[in-house]
């Protein structure tokens, strides 16, 4: 008898299915088979949570807390939104155009939602509740009065011109946002203030080096904190087909030059934008270690377009990667 047909054997005869009918013979005994292997590995099994590896049989309690954590999360952000909606009132363009008007920030909001509630609940895995939190770029600021509401401290940072054309809520809510032009500006933040630094959706912005961007977002982390990063993936679904079209996946450069001070500048809103590899590879250089990395769609998304995005990840529209500052 071989050793496969002595181990059916004993399912056959005192496995979870001995009682089923035994005309199937070998195919019950397989099944059963499988279900105790399926049970073993689940009790090995650790999964992850809040930033820790628990045992797999702990689940339940996770699925509670994390539902726990999602309501929470989920009331935070709306009431930022709300802020956000009512310290609005003059419309006004931005630095590259755009009217911003009530009709602007409420589209912004939706489409920004579930990549805020990423964000967030990245800060709550990895992150110490009163924990002191930079947001580089922080646009309208709902990520960063959200964690506010969750009980942390927070600061912000952001280009002149976008403190003037978003800023509003965060001005009127008594949160410090300071001016960093990100090119020219030396860091406003002391080194080592910060517990955690967040960049989202701002490296595709920039026109400097994705490794240099990341230096000088680490800059206010101390040993040990944590860094967050998202930005539009590269290889999202939209551009593989413009690629297979025979189209060009870049921001084409408008018809007029844009001019500031006399001097031609590239005013693309995304002049580059960055593959996971190259986001994972920008920041081992700067001496972080990759503690999560991530493709995500900002937007909801019908079940059968979820269930792809599922199997192939990488071709989701947006990346984030949460990194750790080694060293002293």
Known sequence: MSLLDRFLSRHRQGGPLHTRPTVFGRKWAITAALVDLFRCLMRLQTVSFKGKQMP??????????????????????????????????????????????????????????????????????????????????????????????????????????????????????????????????????????????????????LQISLSAAILRVKQPLRPGGVAIFTTPNIWRLGNIRKVIKGENVCEAFPDTPAVKNGVIVDARCHPREPSMKELEAATLDNGLSVLRKQYFSAEGLPPIKRSAFGVLPFFNAHLLLVGRRDGR
Request: glycine share 6%; proline share 3%.
């Open 56 to 205: 797999y049989f702990c689940r339940k309690d996770m699925i509670r807390t994390g539902r726990s954590h999602a309501r929470r999360v989920r009331e935070a952000i709306e009431k930022a939104e709300s802020e956000v909606m009512g310290c609005f009132d003059t419309p006004r363009r931005d630095w590259w155009g755009t009217l911003i008007n009530r009709e602007e920030i409420r589209w912004y909001l939706n489409a920004s939602r579930e990549r805020i509630r990423l964000v967030i609940k990245n800060v709550l895995d990895f992150v110490e509740p009163g924990a002191n939190i930079v947001e580089v770029g922080a646009a309208y600021g709902v990520t960063i009065l959200a964690l506010r509401n969750l009980g942390y401290r927070v600061v912000a940072s952001d280009a002149e011109h976008s403190i003037r054309s978003y800023g509003d809520a965060l001005v009127q809510t008594g949160i410090e946002n300071r001016r960093w032009d990100f090119h020219l500006d030396p860091c406003p933040f002391d080194s080592g203030s910060a517990d955690a630094v967040i960049a989202s959706e701002v490296l595709e912005h």
